[in-house]
């Protein structure tokens, strides 16, 4: 069991439901987009969230997992970073936006944290 992988998992799922709530948000009066907003953003958030979990729980190998933490950690990364630009350019003060960077930092931080401090062999 790999504890920090079980707390990672639904800090993923809450940075989904803050994603999608701010795209939703901004993304009001248009009716066509709904689909791909699921399909884009909450979907690969929800599996990220489900095999985090699954691999805390020793329900998956986490030695041939290693390379899919790894990219969920990217993955989070380069989110944080993007929200983290879009949060700087648009100069809003809207606490929400903020918490969502540091959220999104926060995920690959701890998945990293997990991996070093499990021994792989």
């Known amino acids: 069991m790999i504890p920090l ?11 989904a439901i803050r994603q ?4 939703s948000q901004t993304l009001a009066g248009q009716q066509s ?5 699921v399909v884009v953003v909450w979907l690969p958030s929800l599996l990220s969230a489900l ?3 699954a691999i805390g729980a020793d329900l998956l190998n986490l030695e041939q ?12 990364a380069l989110g944080s970073v993007w929200t983290l630009y879009c ?25 990293i944290l997990a991996l070093l401090s499990h021994p792989l062999f």
Not at 20 to 23: A, C, E, G, K, L
Not at 33 to 37: A, F, K
Not at 87 to 111: C, F, K, N, Y
């Open 5 to 15: 992988l079980l707390l990672t998992a639904p800090l993923a799922l809450g940075v």
């Open 20 to 23: 999608q709530r701010d795209i």
């Open 33 to 37: 987009l709904p689909g791909l907003v």
């Open 51 to 53: 095999l985090l979990l």
């Open 65 to 76: 997992n290693y390379t899919l933490l790894l990219f969920i950690a990217l993955q989070f």
């Open 87 to 111: 949060v700087l350019t648009e100069g809003t003060t809207d606490a929400s936006r903020h918490l969502l960077w540091m959220m999104q930092a926060l995920v690959p931080a701890l998945i």
